[in-house]
């Protein structure tokens, strides 16, 4: 079973940079489609950024994108999001996510999820 777990949450200033690593572990980590989420607080769970570990593809949400870029080391097992120029509309959980779908996958067909790591954006 796939295990997921996300670091690198944080405060910082709007503007600022922050970059969330996501650590996964047993399965075939490369075939996967991997994704980020992020919840703020009362509301829905909402799709980031979504990455396909073997052809490279991606896809973004429209309130992040030229701003946030997903990238993955398949010899780490890693996903990354890099946040620039942060808004306090970016506070939220975020949470990673494993999918045996290719993209573009719902959020219903990602199997795995992280616990979340906290990011809150200061005004």
């Known amino acids: 079973q796939v295990q997921l777990v996300e670091s690198g949450g944080g405060l910082v200033q709007a503007g600022g940079s922050l970059r969330l690593s996501c650590a996964a572990s047993?399965?075939?980590?490369?075939?996967?489609?991997m994704g980020w989420f992020r919840q703020g607080p009362g509301e829905e769970r909402e799709f980031v950024a979504s990455?396909?570990?073997?052809?490279?593809?991606?896809y973004y949400a429209d309130s992040v994108k030229g701003r946030f870029s997903i990238s993955r080391d398949n010899a780490k097992n890693t996903v990354y999001l890099q946040m620039n120029s942060l808004k306090p509309e970016d506070t939220a959980v975020y949470y990673c996510?494993?999918?045996?779908?290719?993209?573009?996958?719902?959020?219903?067909?990602?199997?795995?999820w992280g616990h979340g790591t906290q990011v809150t954006v200061s005004s």
């Open positions: 996510a494993a999918s045996v779908f290719p993209i573009p996958t719902p959020r219903a067909m990602y199997g795995y």
């Open positions: 047993g399965g075939t980590f490369s075939s996967y489609t």
């Open positions: 990455i396909n570990w073997n052809g490279g593809s991606t």
